[in-house]
């Protein structure tokens, strides 16, 4: 049922270039939409983006940078951004059964970083692991836009990927004396006084015989063309145009 659920992004031709930020910093923000929500670190933060491109007499959006705000609303480790990846990759979601579109975001802990100085160079990878797929999918439907590369063709979804960067060594480094760590990631670890914990979890299939896993979330096979998802977290955009 989660896989229902998304956010609706609208994808226009206005720009907002670095100027107008410097400005009216207030303005600027007006212009940002909902991305995604999420929770890490006890920490609830939403991050909002606004994208700039074009679009063509076909009703395909080519991208040419994304701009992004985080606010952390609640909780008391700061989380910030560090970069987005250039490449919008295009792979099979398990979840949907169909193609998706991957931006990959990478934030870090005790980083008080809410924007990036200037918008950031995306595009749509030019060979997307999507080529490699060869399951039943691939031999019955047409995805002729979501595999031509540049264009992002609104009737595909968007996945977004938070990566959480490791910590600063002086803060977590997992291979020295946990009574001399700072900070304890608590999404893979829990301390158990001078040790650390790996975290696992079971899924529950009704009888107790469920897998068993770490939090990895979601594993990307770019050879074969697809994302499988371990835990119930997908977070989906869908995009509408208007020229």
């Known amino acids: 049922m989660h896989q229902n659920l998304r956010t609706t992004f609208l994808l226009t031709e206005q720009l907002l270039g670095v100027e107008s930020k410097q400005k009216d910093h207030d303005s600027y923000l007006r212009e940002m939409q909902l991305l995604i929500p999420k929770q890490q670190y006890n920490t609830f933060f939403v991050i909002y983006g606004k994208f700039t491109g074009s679009i063509d007499d076909d009703g395909l959006f080519e991208p040419k940078t994304c701009d992004l705000f985080l606010q952390n609303y609640s909780g008391q480790v700061t989380l910030g951004l560090v970069k ?8 099979f979601d398990d979840v949907l059964n169909e193609p998706v579109y991957l931006l990959k975001i990478h934030l870090k802990a005790l980083h008080a970083q809410t924007q990036f100085d200037q918008p950031q160079v995306i595009n ?4 997307p692991s999507l080529n490699n797929y060869t399951g039943n999918e691939a031999g019955t439907s047409d995805w002729t836009t979501a595999l031509s590369g540049q264009k992002l063709d609104p009737k595909y979804l968007m996945r977004v990927l938070v990566y959480y960067d490791d910590l600063d060594t002086d803060h977590f480094n997992p291979n020295i004396d946990v009574n001399e760590v700072k900070f304890i990631n608590s999404s893979k670890f829990k301390r158990e006084g001078d040790q650390l914990l790996i975290k696992k979890y079971k899924l529950y299939d009704g009888n107790n015989h469920g897998k068993i896993f770490e939090p990895l979330g979601n594993i990307i096979r770019e050879d074969s063309g697809i994302i499988e998802t371990e835990i119930c977290e997908p977070l989906y955009v869908q995009f509408k145009l208007q020229k």
Not at 84 to 91: G, N, R, T
């Open 84 to 91: 987005i990846e250039e490449d919008i990759d295009v792979i």
């Open 124 to 127: 749509i990878k030019n060979a």
